[in-house]
């Protein structure tokens, strides 16, 4: 079978999404391979394809238990039964059962710590290994922003392995952490794919200032200086009405808010006022975007960055899609990122809302403090969750807030780390 078949048929997906092909040949035609594209992509895809044109068992080594849960679970909800996950989670016996039959599954998820333990490399060192996978690779070196000293030794276990094919994946790295892969794998002959994040005529841009107030003075001047029309990027509704009124006072009249506090009708209005060009500027939140299919968009400023690299690459993609110059710009304080921290961690009830859910029996709209409306949705789906599959509640909730915190925090990380490379 060729992969454009296995594509449809063992996965579902109509086409490879960039740098997905590139990666499966380069792996396919025996090449160590290291690539690099964008969160969300599809990075998995690129060792689950060819685990089914290779002979042995893939191993993956990720560097979070959330991240190696999302992807077994993803495989068997495809029907893919051979999948084990060796982490600590796995109590004594289970491990013992799962390293005397390892010769079983096709795809063997590892953490770092795991492959600490003797007894572990051992059993691995008896299987045919078609392909070791780094994920999140960026962990190996010490100027990534997720230095994992676990991760520094998988170079000495690939030796151990017989440096079986290799491929080390991440979704943003400066070419000082690429170095660093390489030599930490020890990879001498690699091919590289690298994906940029630029469409050609958007000069993307991130400027660092001193300061909140910097940053307000230098919005007013890019927002006058820049041809128009263009978005700014708020991430609170308060900001973007209140830079709606500096632009004003500056002279850039034709200006509007647009953020989801809004009702429908006035949204709809700013919409359609901006796509008909009666409106220069607009000032948003995340909420514009979907449906906004404006040709001429001449500029992108971000005033906040946004929480992940997805949102980022989306909207600024928002910017030049008739092909003409255009600018997307990023005002960074040092310190802004700590603002998504604080927003996810409101998304989520605390341990004590937690325990007066589930141990005191207080229905959720009795808990105090009071709980949002997502952190109700979050609190009664996954206590429904856990007396379904007959759980603790207590920690399985406060599990998947850490589990979903932890993920945030990744996709924070990848954007700090981006804005630290330009
Ligand atoms: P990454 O590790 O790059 O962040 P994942 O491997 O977790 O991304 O995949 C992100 C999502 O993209 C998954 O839901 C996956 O099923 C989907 N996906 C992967 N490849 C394709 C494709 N070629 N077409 C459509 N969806 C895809
Ligand atoms: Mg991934």
Redesign the pocket.
């Known amino acids: 079978m060729n992969i454009d078949q296995l594509?449809r048929e063992q996965f579902g997906?109509?086409?490879?999404?960039p740098g997905?092909r590139e990666t499966i040949e380069s792996i396919l035609s025996g090449h160590n391979t290291l690539s690099m594209?964008p969160?969300?992509?599809?990075?998995?895809?690129c060792y689950q394809l060819p685990a089914y044109l290779l002979q042995g068992a893939v191993i993956v080594v990720s560097p979070l238990l959330s991240l190696m849960q999302?992807q077994t679970e993803?495989l068997k909800r495809r029907g893919e039964k051979r999948v084990i996950a060796l982490n600590s989670f796995l109590q004594y016996e289970e491990k013992n059962a799962a390293l005397a039959n390892l010769n079983r599954y096709k795809f063997i998820f590892l953490s770092p710590e795991m492959l600490q333990i003797p007894q572990v490399i051992q059993a691995l060192r008896q299987l045919q290994v078609s392909l070791f996978v780094v994920d999140e690779a960026h962990c190996i070196s010490q100027w990534g922003y997720d230095f994992r000293p676990d991760y520094r030794l998988l170079g000495n276990v690939r030796n151990e392995l017989g440096s079986p094919l290799t491929l080390a994946l991440t979704?943003t790295a400066t070419e000082k952490v690429r170095n660093d892969i390489l030599n930490g794998l020890q990879l001498h002959t690699v091919k590289e794919w690298v994906f940029s994040v630029n469409r050609p005529n958007i000069a993307v841009h991130v400027e660092k200032l001193q300061d909140q107030m910097d940053k307000q003075a230098r919005l007013i001047e890019l927002v006058s200086f820049f041809q128009k029309p263009g978005i700014v990027y708020f991430s609170g509704r308060r900001a973007a009405e209140e830079a709606v009124h500096h632009l004003k006072q500056a002279g850039v009249e034709r200006t509007a808010f647009y953020h989801g506090g809004m009702d429908a009708g006035d949204r709809l209005l700013i919409q359609h006022q901006f796509l008909t060009g009666e409106l220069d500027v607009v000032c948003a939140t995340s909420a514009f975007g979907m449906g906004i299919n404006k040709e001429n968009v001449r500029f992108v400023i971000h005033y906040h960055m946004p929480p992940q690299m997805e949102s980022y690459l989306q909207e600024i993609g928002r910017a030049g899609r008739d092909g003409n110059p255009s600018a997307a710009v990023l005002l960074y304080v040092p310190g802004d990122e700590k603002l998504h921290e604080f927003i996810a961690e409101m998304e989520f009830p605390d341990d004590g809302q937690i325990r007066q859910m589930t141990e005191h029996g207080i229905a959720a709209r009795d808990v105090q403090p009071p709980l949002s409306e997502t952190q109700t949705r979050f609190a009664v789906h996954y206590k429904q969750e856990a007396e379904r599959k007959n759980i603790n509640p207590f920690r399985y909730i406060s599990q998947k807030r850490e589990y979903l915190l932890e993920r945030k925090a990744i996709k924070r990380k990848e954007i700090v780390m981006w804005l630290s490379a330009e």
Request: aromatic share 12%.
């Open positions: 594509l997906f109509d086409s490879f999404r997905q594209l969160t969300g992509t599809g990075k998995s895809l999302d993803q979704a």
